[in-house]
């Protein structure tokens, strides 16, 4: 079942580009029935049975895009489970496509408001969010629509088990100062960060995307941020 409760508060931006290729709208209903979670049940005590046995741990990634990273992690990873959400149709086909290309059997999705979903995750259950290229919803009166919240900040910090990381990349400067202020005041969350080069450079085995090389290509320089949940 396709889940797609609409939030009080809306953080992302449009939910359909152009129309999908034949190929994807077929796997919307072939491979995505199988693949969706359904979070309008409750969800299982134990979230690893979501996954094929022997899964070690589950991670979370925030509106994929592309997928670019998403299906890099799951194929580097195959030990883990992974949760792709994104309010984007055409992100959805995407990685669909991929999913069945590769044939990953370590992937989940969600289609819709990615709170709905961190609502319905279990405390503690997650070893790593990944929220990259935020849109930074830029006009001051939109500032209330970004990601990144005092209160989102708590509902990420329950479903992380201590010890483990929000990883934030943004080439906007002002919402990684932004993130920065919200997350250092945090009580859940510390900084990794001892040098320069550890938010100007990637963490190791990130796998960029076709919106990091966009704007690598139009000036923008990306800021990568890692938090670890005390």
């Known amino acids: 079942m396709i889940t797609t409760t609409p939030s009080p508060r809306a953080f992302f931006g449009r939910r359909k580009g152009h129309a999908l290729r034949p190929r994807q709208a077929a796997l919307f ?24 046995p022997g899964t070690e741990n ?4 925030i509106g994929f895009g592309g997928g670019e990273h998403l299906i890099a992690e799951a194929v580097a990873q195959p030990r883990a489970g992974f949760i792709g959400s994104d309010a984007f ?5 995407k990685v ?3 999913i069945e290309a590769q044939q990953l059997g ?6 819709g408001d990615a709170l709905h979903l961190i609502d319905w995750l279990p405390a503690a259950s997650l070893a790593r969010i990944d929220l990259l290229y ?14 990144i919240q005092d209160d ?10 201590p010890g483990g990381e929000l990883r934030f990349a943004t080439d906007i400067a002002d919402y990684a100062a932004w993130t920065l202020i919200r997350v250092l005041r945090s009580e859940d969350f510390s900084w990794t960060a001892e040098r320069a080069d550890d938010w100007r450079q990637p963490w190791p085995g990130f796998t960029g995307t076709r919106y990091e090389t966009k704007a690598k290509r139009e000036g923008r320089v990306p800021c990568y941020l890692i938090f670890r949940r005390g």
Request: glycine share 2%; no cysteine; aromatic share 8%.
């Open 89 to 93: 149709v055409n992100a959805l086909g």
């Open 134 to 147: 935020p849109d930074p919803w830029p006009k001051r009166r939109h500032w209330k629509r970004r990601f």
């Open 58 to 61: 589950m991670r979370l990634e």
């Open 29 to 52: 209903d072939t491979l995505l029935p199988r693949l969706a979670l359904d979070t309008d049940t409750k969800a299982p005590r134990d979230p690893l049975t979501l996954f094929p």
């Open 152 to 161: 989102n900040l708590r509902r990420l910090a329950r479903i992380l088990r």
């Open 96 to 98: 669909l496509t991929s």
């Open 106 to 111: 370590n992937i989940r999705l969600h289609f």
